[in-house]
């Protein structure tokens, strides 16, 4: 089974090699183990696939801050749900994919043979096609840096993860609060492409996206976007896209709420009204205080967040520290970001630390003498379309409440599309608090 591996491999840097192979024979998927990546008996080759250093430890965390997710001992909603990127250790603006969130419903990734896997387009089309992995690897490719946010980042949603809200308790991280961001560079077939060669009928307006796990995962896009900048990647960082990440295809639809970006790609439907998926149309839309809900929002608001300093770390003194930050946004490109250092009474523009790139994670950094008073840090950014991050209460009147520490309490599941202000309070012993403001 693992003697395929060494091709694809070659095919991947022969390019053009294998590209007149015919694609192998159709088997069926049931009763079928699939190899284990380090074959057993052979021990782990750590020059044949590197290692970071024995002195590096920054993880991934899970439900209530725990580490060890794959541990079978915890419950399983531990183990492959709301799995938070360490963004305090971060450089640059890619994620690496070990560390890169996750945010799966159906908890467990399905394991899938590249072989056995095909990717249908069919509904309002002329030619209904279907593609192996191989054939879209044919096809001409694309490579871009974008985020992957899930629209419950930055909220109170973390209360159901982490005891306490973490968005308004002092010991908040920018891990545990919003770590359900990470971006990384996708490499993949435009949609636009394979939507075109499909060819797409009249009075198609929307497409349906379906994973390949056991629950089923379909998100309603309309057809604009897919025509637009939609990507079906296979590629991630440089190698495939990782299992937790929907090997070995999935949509990658920038600027949008996380949930548009369908793991274990293995259908799309072009049809003329959007389904009302079980996610979609359950978790996803926010409620509001008046009952009502808010509906389709896609597109993810321009935020920023200081990284360092951030909660729970501690300043070694008084003197020069520069504060470093991301900034992004689903509108495009990030112009501006501002930071204040007096609790946002001034604000001083950030340096922008490139390279800039659309709907991406943008790195910002400010140099900073601390005094040694108390202080609250915060940062605020702009992006392409003008757009500047809204305070806590801004956010508020949009929604139409009054948003006090309580409301995150009382109501942790109310807000998504959280986009305010993050401030972290610098204490005189130099340690560093989040702040509900
Ligand atoms: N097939 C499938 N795709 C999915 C999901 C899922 O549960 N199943 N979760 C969605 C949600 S809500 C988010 S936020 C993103 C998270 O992507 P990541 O796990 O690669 O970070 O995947 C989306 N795509
Ligand atoms: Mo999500």
């Not at 008996?41 to 250093?53: C, I, M, N, V």
């Not at 690496?96 to 309002?124: A, K």
């Not at 879209?136 to 899930?150: D, G, M, Q, T, Y």
């Not at 040694?372 to 500047?388: H, Y």
Request: proline share 6%; glycine share 10%; charged share 20%.
């Amino acid at each position: 089974m693992n003697s395929k591996k060494p091709g694809r491999r070659r095919f991947l840097k022969e390019g053009a090699a294998l590209a007149g192979l015919a694609v192998g024979a159709i088997r069926s998927a049931s009763g079928q183990t699939l190899a284990p990546e380090t074959p057993a008996g052979k021990p782990k080759d750590t020059l044949a696939y590197g290692e970071r250093s024995q002195f590096v430890n920054s993880l991934r965390i899970g439900t209530n801050g725990r580490y060890g997710m794959d541990n079978p001992e915890l419950p399983r909603a531990s183990r492959d749900y709301g799995i938070r990127t360490p963004l305090q250790d971060s450089v640059g603006i890619i994620t690496p994919s070990s560390l890169h969130f996750i945010v799966s419903h159906g908890y467990d990734s399905p394991n899938i043979d590249p072989r056995q896997h095909r990717l249908l387009i069919h509904g309002l089309v002329d030619r209904p096609l279907s593609f192996t992995l191989e054939e879209l690897e044919r096809l001409p490719s694309v490579s871009r840096i974008h985020f992957v946010e899930c629209a419950g980042n930055s909220t109170a949603s973390g209360a159901v993860f982490v005891p306490g809200a973490a968005r308004v308790a002092p010991t908040g991280t920018v891990q545990q609060v919003h770590g359900l961001t990470s971006c990384s560079e996708w490499t993949g077939v435009l949609l636009s492409l394979l939507l075109r060669e499909a060819g797409v009928k009249n009075g198609a307006t929307w497409i349906i996206a379906e994973g390949a796990e056991q629950g089923m995962h379909i998100k309603s896009i309309p057809l604009e976007k897919a025509l637009d900048d939609v990507l079906v990647a296979y590629g991630m960082n440089g190698e495939p896209v990782r299992p937790q990440q929907g090997y070995p295809l999935r949509l990658l639809v920038p600027g949008w709420e996380g949930i548009n970006n369908v793991k274990w790609l293995r259908r799309i439907k072009v049809v003329d009204q959007p389904y009302m998926g079980m996610r979609e149309s359950t978790r996803y839309p926010s409620l509001r205080v008046d009952g009502k809900a808010r509906w389709f929002q896609f597109e993810m608001g321009p935020k920023s967040v200081i990284l360092r300093p951030s909660g729970g770390q501690k300043l070694s003194g008084p003197g020069f520290h520069q504060i470093t930050g991301l900034a992004w946004s689903g509108g495009g490109m990030i112009r501006r970001v501002e930071v204040s250092t007096d609790g946002g009474r001034t604000w001083k523009d950030a340096a922008i630390q490139g390279p800039v790139h659309s709907k991406a994670h943008t790195r910002f950094r400010l140099d900073w003498n601390w005094n040694g008073e108390e202080t609250v840090l915060q940062s605020r950014c702009t992006d392409e379309r003008n757009e500047v991050q809204p305070t806590v209460a801004e956010v508020g009147k949009i929604y139409g409440v009054n948003l006090t520490a309580d409301f995150f309490k009382e109501r942790p599941d109310t807000l998504i599309h959280f986009n305010a202000i993050q401030s972290w309070r610098v204490n005189r012993d130099g340690s560093v608090q989040n702040v509900f403001a």
